[in-house]
T-cell receptor, first 114, second 112 residues
Framework: DAGVIQSPRHEVTEMGQEVTLRCKPI?????LFWYRQTMMRGLELLIYFNNNVPIDDSGMPEDRFSAKMPNASFSTLKIQPSEPRDSAVYFCASRGTGGPYEQFFGPGTRLTVL | GNSVTQMEGPVTLSEEAFLTINCTYT??????LFWYVQYPGEGLQLLLK?????DKGSNKGFEATYRKETTSFHLEKGSVQVSDSAVYFC???????????FGKGTRLSVIA
């Protein structure tokens, strides 16, 4: 099993540009989670999907952030326009059905907005 | 609501020292409990888990016992190595369709 795949691994962009982060969950998993991690704020849940449907997006910081899951094997997190304070590591995680409900994390995308 | 509280770091130990990282939880039901580890530059990975009271999870020399009476799941290792330097997160899950609830993480540094 390849695990959760995220791309790109590193992204450097300039303020105002659009950024798209991508995630491929583990095959057969039905829940997907997007997190952001910074030194100041720690690990924050942004949004999660069950069966491709967004369930809770209350962690999305602003309207500049949006996430989609068009099918069971792909999700995107988009920031438009990006700002320097969006610089962070963004993690995707997935989870299957049945207990005990551990989540499997991808390697993360390190985003730097200049 | 559900919550996880773990000891604040950073924790600095010498190689071969004994490690304890405290974790307590608040939950309405009977949660499953987890410890995740994050090595520098990597994502979180599951270290161990326990699904019911008195269960002991273990992996790579680390252990944690699910204590319902004290609502705790403390992480222990008898002899730490430099390679154990990482951030450790305690987490719980009490429903299949909701996200894990994480503690804030404890940074461990082991020096030779």
């Amino acid at each position: 099993d390849a695990g959760v795949i995220q791309s790109p691994r590193h992204e450097v962009t300039e303020m105002g540009q659009e950024v798209t982060l991508r995630c491929k969950p583990i095959s057969g998993h039905n829940s997907l989670f997007w997190y952001r991690q910074t030194m100041m704020r720690g690990l924050e849940l942004l949004i999660y999907f069950n069966n491709n449907v967004p369930i809770d997006d209350s962690g999305m910081p602003e309207d500049r952030f949006s996430a989609k899951m068009p099918n069971a094997s792909f999700s995107t997190l988009k920031i438009q326009p990006s700002e320097p304070r969006d610089s962070a590591v963004y993690f995707c995680a997935s989870r299957g059905t049945g207990g005990p409900y551990e989540q499997f994390f991808g390697p993360g995308t390190r985003l730097t907005v200049l | 609501g559900n919550s996880v509280t773990q000891m604040e770091g950073p924790v600095t130990l010498s190689e071969e020292a004994f490690l304890t990282i405290n974790c307590t939880y608040t939950a309405t039901g009977y949660p499953s409990l987890f410890w995740y580890v994050q090595y520098p530059g990597e994502g979180l990975q599951l270290l161990l888990k326990a699904t019911k009271a008195d269960d002991k999870g273990s992996n790579k020399g680390f252990e944690a016992t699910y204590r319902k009476e004290t609502t705790s799941f403390h992480l222990e290792k008898g002899s730490v190595q430099v390679s154990d330097s990482a951030v450790y997160f305690c987490a719980l899950s009490d429903q299949g369709n909701t996200p894990l609830v994480f503690g804030k993480g404890t940074r461990l540094s082991v020096i030779a």
